[in-house]
């Protein structure tokens, strides 16, 4: 039996409530809620090490170290500058259904 496919709002819903429990705590002056739109660096303050515990708390959540998060915070060799909500669930969307 295989497990149904992850739709984009399962997803979107799962990157949200972690991010929500991750940044619930912290000080920071962004109140306008997580949506698609919301950046990692600029909005929700992460800092390098905050992106490795979003790595990690992702991989828990769904009980896999599989994801290729390389194509998601990297572009031609480099590491992107800022990564948004959306980005993160189009590419774990993309990552649960291949």
Same mark, same amino acid.
């Given at each position: 039996?295989?497990?149904?496919?992850?739709?984009?709002?399962?997803?979107?819903?799962?990157?949200?409530?972690?991010?929500?429990?991750?940044?619930?705590?912290?000080?920071?002056? %962004?109140?306008? /809620?997580?949506?698609?739109?919301?950046?990692?660096?600029?909005?929700?303050? %992460?800092?390098?090490?905050?992106?490795?515990?979003?790595?990690?708390?992702?991989?828990? +959540? &769904?009980?896999?170290?599989? %994801?290729? %998060?390389?194509?998601?915070?990297?572009?031609?060799?480099? &590491?992107?500058?800022?990564?948004?909500? /959306?980005?993160?669930?189009?590419?774990? +969307?993309?990552?649960?259904?291949?």
């Amino acid at each position: 039996m295989s497990t149904p496919p992850a739709s984009v709002d399962d997803v979107r819903r799962d990157v949200t409530a972690i991010l929500t429990d991750m940044t619930r705590d912290w000080d920071t002056t %962004f109140d306008g /809620g997580i949506s698609d739109q919301t950046r990692l660096i600029a909005d929700l303050n %992460f800092e390098s090490i905050d992106v490795v515990q979003l790595i990690t708390a992702i991989e828990e +959540h &769904y009980g896999r170290r599989d %994801f290729a %998060f390389e194509q998601l915070l990297m572009e031609g060799g480099r &590491y992107v500058d800022e990564v948004t909500v /959306g980005r993160i669930v189009e590419f774990l +969307h993309r990552q649960l259904n291949r």
